[in-house]
């Protein structure tokens, strides 16, 4: 786990709002597209098509939920652990010159970072992969970092965003989480959090306690500090 900007105290500020909680691939950059080229090029090399429909299955999960569900769906005489390294170390090496953003995400980070708002990316991708991303979303925008390789459960438990609230001493009920699939959807709000949904690759209903929005560049801190009310 990393830590760059140190934590303020925004308990005894105007707003309600304590920290904000943001998700990676799919959510900052524009990376789901990335993963599933991989994994198509993968199963390709190993005599298996993989078909459009499972790309809503995959999406946003832990490695080892796609991969097994993946293995399983195409009968691919791979392990489990083999295929996991194999997917991490090719896409490692496509993002190796960068990756690019979502609309909206530089200017979010940028205006966080220079409020002082405590700020947490929460991913269920490995840590060697988000600290390639990083260099890209700039790890000076960042609190801290979790990994999806750094816990027992990942999304969509809600372990990442406890840890993340706790490690910020923050309530859970008065974080923010920004996420793009249903899997970091369900994670968040198992956590307590408030939700902002940008989907990405499959649709996400409105819910209670969940707002949902068709890009980034609708989402600032004024409307980050509106969702939490005590």
């Known amino acids: 786990m990393t830590s760059s900007v140190p934590a303020v105290d925004t308990r005894s500020a105007p707003s309600a709002l304590q920290a904000v909680?943001?998700?990676?691939?799919?959510t900052l950059v524009d990376t789901e597209g990335f993963w599933w080229?991989?994994?198509?090029?993968?199963f390709a090399e190993l005599g298996h098509q993989l078909l459009e429909e499972w790309r809503e299955v995959v999406v946003g999960g832990p490695m080892t939920r796609s991969a097994s569900f993946l293995i399983k769906a195409t009968g691919a005489k791979i392990a489990l652990a083999e295929l996991s390294a194999l997917l991490n170390t090719r896409f490692a090496q496509m993002i190796g010159q960068g990756v690019p953003l979502m609309p909206g995400a530089r200017r979010l980070l940028a205006e966080l970072a220079a409020h002082r708002v405590p700020t947490a990316l929460v991913s269920a991708s490995h840590r060697e992969i988000i600290d390639r991303v990083l260099h890209s979303l700039g790890p000076e925008h960042f609190t801290l970092?979790?990994?999806?390789?750094e816990l027992a459960r990942t999304k969509p438990h809600p372990d990442p965003y406890l840890l993340a609230a706790a490690r910020l001493g923050a309530e859970p009920a008065r974080?923010?989480?920004?996420?793009?699939?249903m899997t970091g959807v369900t994670a968040a709000e198992a956590a307590?959090?408030?939700?902002?949904?940008v989907p990405s690759v499959a649709s996400i209903p409105a819910a209670a306690g969940r707002t949902v929005v068709g890009s980034l560049e609708e989402v600032d801190l004024s409307f980050l500090r509106g969702l939490i009310t005590v």
């Open 21 to 26: 909680l943001l998700d990676m691939d799919g």
């Open 37 to 42: 080229e991989v994994e198509s090029a993968v």
């Open 145 to 149: 970092t979790v990994a999806g390789d």
């Open 175 to 181: 974080c923010a989480v920004v996420e793009d699939t």
């Open 192 to 197: 307590g959090c408030r939700v902002v949904a």
